[in-house]
């Protein structure tokens, strides 16, 4: 009868974006971005935004409002194979994905985190 609880583990941003990548190639790429996926009487009600792939912009984020916190932008596909995950440190990570029309002051914004900022994405 004693409870044994396993240590706290946390996800990573390379393993999210590995699970998201699984998703969409598991769902046919009908994974989307930018409108709200719903259930309707069993069956799925695709969104109309963008599908999700190796080549969506990410942005992947570390200790939030913390003294050494850390932000990078990349695609799913270099945050699923750690390309892009060696700098954000340690946990707690979150994985953003912005909507695929971005204002030009947004890009600007987001190009101050990339690792290449003459890379389109």
Excluded: W
Excluded at 31 to 45: E, F, I, L, P, Q
Aim: aromatic share 6%; net charge positive.
């Amino acid at each position: 009868g004693r409870v044994v609880y396993l240590p706290p583990r946390f996800m990573n941003c390379s393993i999210a974006a590995q699970q998201l990548l699984t998703l969409a190639e598991m769902y046919n790429k009908t994974v989307h971005v930018g409108k709200t996926v719903a259930r309707s009487r069993g069956k799925m009600n695709r969104g109309h935004g963008s599908p999700i792939g190796m080549h969506t912009l990410a942005v992947g984020v570390a200790r939030v409002g913390g003294f050494n916190m850390s932000i990078r932008c990349a695609t799913l596909g270099q945050f699923a194979r750690g390309e892009a995950c060696t700098n954000l440190g340690g946990p707690l990570h979150s994985l953003i994905i912005p909507n695929n029309r971005l204002h030009d002051i947004e890009t600007q914004a987001l190009d101050l985190f990339k690792e290449h900022p003459s890379t389109s994405y």
